[in-house]
């Protein structure tokens, strides 16, 4: 039997007394819950999603399956530790109204682990198909379907949710844009000269600097203040520009010593060229991944960081930091998530909307990887997968609308529009479940 409560307990502020017993009491059941649907949420997000990030290095050749794997595996773990708070508490406190639930705030906890299992759920069942789903519509849909339901309409902040949709129609077509010009550059500095592979070797160390400049500023803006560093915005601008120098130097020289292959170059006219590519495509897909996990861990974590909170403190809204072991259980998650079950997405994205070479790829990774990495300094829990899509029909359109394959492309669609419902139902389904059983 438990033992009596203490006779000040209710006169204490920070620890309510709750009706259905103290969320004090279920502290470990709540926390260790949403460990283990975090940990599943994070390993979908692997699956389907990185996948995402990796496709166009695979589809393009650049990168073995192994070899995408294992970049994925560091700059992924690395994206989601160093930069990826500032998303996080967008999930995590910026779709519901969390103060009307101060009264009940085992509720908020019962929801969190909800939107967590839903949207795990579905990722499984979209990766298990080859779909490339959104993982932020997955857990958006599942938040505001159980804080609809189980809490009221008026618990949404959808103000906040509108602006979460704006941006998954911004991003695809900023990205897109971004792609276009970039594929376009390409083709009019490099595959249109007469000399393609002497000018790629001189202007492609510019694109890796390009790359390496942009992703290399936001971990130093973003990232690193999560372990403890601050630098100067001066500093920071200098310190990039040495480490993006140094990595396109690098580049410059493997680059220099790729000789032409005459006879590949029979059946292909740009074989050596798209070699030199294949060079920035390992730096590309590098900084895709960074970015990727430092956007999109925000998904699992933002509602196991909601449920730890209110579990240790017994209160919303309380003031705590983001515990450094959340971050890395996210990113281990995806990391998993990619080796284990990532095949089939990268199938879809990376060969079938549209024939990717390693130039094309580099031109769709580059500015779907600037799109995310703003997004994530400004705190806009975007789409990478729309994002990605976006960047690769860009790079279509700028070959012509019939490079792409608009099939692939109406089902990828549809299961874009799919994906909100069906988050939203298995939350709410989760929802009462968890209301039933859970202390």
Not at 19 to 41: N, T
Request: some cysteine; proline content about 4%.
């Amino acid at each position: 039997s438990c033992p009596p409560r203490h006779p000040t307990h209710k006169k204490n502020p920070r620890m309510p007394a709750y009706p259905r017993g103290s969320m004090m009491e279920a502290q470990s059941i709540y926390i260790g819950l949403a460990a283990a649907f975090g940990l599943f949420m994070a390993w979908g997000i692997g699956a389907n999603d990185v996948a995402n990030a990796m496709a166009t290095s695979v589809g393009s050749k650049a990168l073995t399956i192994k070899q995408a794997i294992l970049v994925a595996a560091i700059f992924e773990f690395a994206g989601a530790v160093l930069a990826g708070g500032e998303v996080t508490s967008t999930i995590r406190k910026g779709i519901v109204d969390a103060q009307l639930l101060s009264g009940t705030p085992e509720l908020l906890v019962y929801g969190m682990l909800a939107a967590l299992l839903a949207a795990g759920t579905w990722l499984l069942i979209a990766s298990r198909n080859g779909w490339p789903v959104s993982t932020t519509h997955s857990i958006v849909g599942a938040i505001v379907g159980f804080a609809a339901v189980g809490i009221g309409v008026d618990a949404v902040q959808w103000g906040k949710v509108g602006t979460i949709v704006m941006s998954w129609v911004v991003s695809p077509v900023t990205s897109g844009f971004i792609a276009y010009l970039i594929y376009r550059s390409v083709q009019k500095l490099i595959l249109s000269q007469e000399d393609p592979l002497a000018k790629a070797k001189r202007y492609v160390p510019v694109y890796i600097f390009l790359a390496a400049f942009t992703i290399t500023l936001v971990t130093i803006l973003k990232g690193l203040k999560h372990v403890g560093l601050t630098i100067s915005l001066r500093d920071s601008y200098i310190l990039a520009i040495a480490i993006a120098v140094g990595i396109s130097l690098v580049g410059a020289f493997f680059i220099r010593r790729i000789e032409p292959d005459k006879k590949a170059e029979k059946g292909q006219h740009f074989y050596t060229v798209e070699r030199v590519f294949g060079v920035l495509m390992v730096v590309t897909a590098c900084g895709m991944a960074f970015a990727h996990g430092s956007n999109d861990v925000a998904n699992a974590i933002g509602p196991l960081a909601a449920v730890v909170s209110i579990a240790s403190t017994g209160a919303i809204g309380a003031k705590s930091s983001l515990p450094i072991w959340v971050l890395a259980l996210g990113g281990g998650g995806i990391v998993v998530g990619l080796a284990t079950f990532g095949r089939h997405v990268i199938a879809t994205v990376g060969k079938k909307i549209t024939q990717l070479t390693p130039s094309r790829g580099f031109a769709a990774e580059l500015a779907a990887a600037t799109t995310i990495v703003i997004a994530s300094g400004t705190g806009m829990p975007i789409s990478t997968t729309h994002t990605l899509v976006g960047a690769v029909l860009g790079v279509g359109m700028a070959r012509g609308i019939e490079a792409i394959d608009l099939r692939v492309v109406a089902r990828i669609l549809v299961s874009w529009v799919v994906t909100i419902p069906a988050g939203a139902f298995l939350a709410i389904l989760f929802f009462f479940v968890f209301r039933a059983v859970l202390p």
